[in-house]
């Protein structure tokens, strides 16, 4: 059956919490973040990574939505769709639960493969791109979010 990727619970940290007592809105990215890590580490893509092959993943664009609150101490789990892959860019589409099961935020990646020697753009290596690739194919068999892809933008009433 095909699955979504799931973190493990994280928990949102006193630190994070801004002046209107709720989490601060960088601090979402954290989570986020923190989930990814997670799954890079599945694929291979860790800090050994980096180390033993002198490549690494860096984040070319990302857009959140916040749809509720989170608070000190909730736990939060982020889950990951493979929304589109090539040799060198993975799309990613990811949304933060509250563990309660209620959606708190979403958030869309596109990520680079990245060669530290430049650093430049390069493929992923023949055994990571063949890890992401099986995900890949494994989440094309589910629905494309409907918020995907969306747009910043006013949108006004038409007379």
Request: hydrophobic residues 40%; negative net charge.
């Amino acid at each position: 059956m095909t699955q979504l990727f799931r973190s493990s619970p994280m928990q949102v940290e006193a630190d994070w919490i801004d002046y209107n007592g709720h989490l601060n809105m960088a601090f979402y990215s954290v989570l986020f973040d923190r989930g990814i890590d997670q799954l890079w580490e599945a694929f291979g893509l860790g800090p050994d990574y980096r180390e033993a092959r002198g490549m690494t993943t860096y984040t070319a664009e990302f857009h959140i939505r916040y749809l509720r609150e989170l608070h000190e101490g909730d736990a939060a789990i982020a889950t990951c769709q493979i929304l589109d892959y090539d040799a060198k860019r993975i799309h990613t589409y990811q949304e933060l639960f509250h563990a309660d099961g209620w959606l708190a935020a979403t958030g869309e990646s596109l990520f680079l493969s990245i060669d530290q020697s430049g650093p430049r753009v390069a493929p992923f290596p023949e055994d990571v791109a063949a890890r992401i690739a099986a995900m890949g194919r494994d989440h094309a068999a589910l629905p494309r979010p409907e918020a995907a892809g969306g747009a910043i933008a006013i949108r006004r009433k038409t007379a």
